[in-house]
Antibody, heavy 119, light 110 residues
Framework: QVQLQESGPGLVKPSGTLSLTCAVS?????????WSWVRQPPGKGLEWIGE???????NYNPSLKSRVTISMDKSKNQFSLNLNSVTAADTAVYYC????????????WGQGTLVTVSS | EIVLTQSPGTLSLSPGERATLSCRTS???????LAWYQHKPGQAPRLLIY???SRATGIPDRFSGSGSGTDFTLTISRLEAEDCAVYYC???????????FGQGTKLEIK
């Protein structure tokens, strides 16, 4: 069983940097597969933020690319999201997720963490 | 960038009925790259269907996916109260490489 758990500050000030970590446990190592971040603003749908491969390669949503960095720490079996210059529009539940067998879909998800951007 | 349009926006049906949810893509999509999710409030999204028609592990056979090209369908037969949720279709594009979600269909059980 693959388990993912998001952690990080629940409140970030406008113009600041949102930083989250996803800890991976169970029957999965971060040294394989693609690992994603997805968010859901209040009352809205799902928005993919980006992904990282075990090699360190990354892909980002073009609409967020200028502000996003995804990285991984293999020694801790975790990966991270940094989103800078945040505004109230970045308030959302943030999920980490892992691709399923064969790729191109997200089979394993964390429970999500709410991040509010407010002064 | 491929756009996914789901319809209807809201579907209200009774237990035991069949739900048919539509997902149309702005360009032809390989079945390999099309998936469906169920999302309930306060929970993580749950993968239902991948590869357009393959059920994910543990998903009841009441859930089925079909379609090709630009038109895809999620069918839920014999609706149960627990099926009340928002359903999203998703595609993975190669240029640029990224996931895109539809806007969702809210399924209400009367």
């Amino acid at each position: 069983q693959v388990q993912l758990q998001e952690s990080g500050p629940g409140l970030v000030k406008p113009s600041g940097t949102l930083s989250l970590t996803c800890a991976v446990s169970g029957d999965s190592s971060i040294s394989s597969n693609w690992w994603s971040w997805v968010r859901q603003p209040p009352g809205k749908g799902l928005e993919w933020i980006g992904e990282i491969y075990h090699s360190g390669n990354t892909n980002y949503n073009p609409s967020l690319k200028s502000r996003v960095t995804i990285s991984m720490d293999k020694s801790k079996n975790q990966f991270s999201l940094n989103l800078n210059s945040v505004t109230a529009a970045d308030t959302a539940v943030y999920y980490c997720a892992r691709e399923g067998f064969g790729g191109y879909h997200l089979a394993y998800w964390g429970q999500g963490t709410l991040v509010t951007v407010s002064s | 960038e491929i756009v996914l349009t789901q319809s209807p926006g809201t579907l209200s049906l009774s237990p035991g009925e069949r739900a048919t949810l539509s997902c149309r893509t702005s360009q032809s999509v390989s079945n390999t790259y099309l998936a469906w999710y169920q999302h309930k409030p306060g929970q993580a999204p749950r993968l239902l269907i991948y590869g357009a028609s393959s059920r994910a592990t543990g998903i009841p056979d009441r859930f089925s996916g079909s379609g090709s090209g630009t038109d895809f369908t999620l069918t839920i037969s014999r609706l149960e109260a627990e099926d009340c949720a928002v359903y999203y279709c998703q595609q993975y594009g190669r240029s640029p490489p990224m996931y895109t979600f539809g806007q969702g269909t809210k399924l209400e059980i009367k």
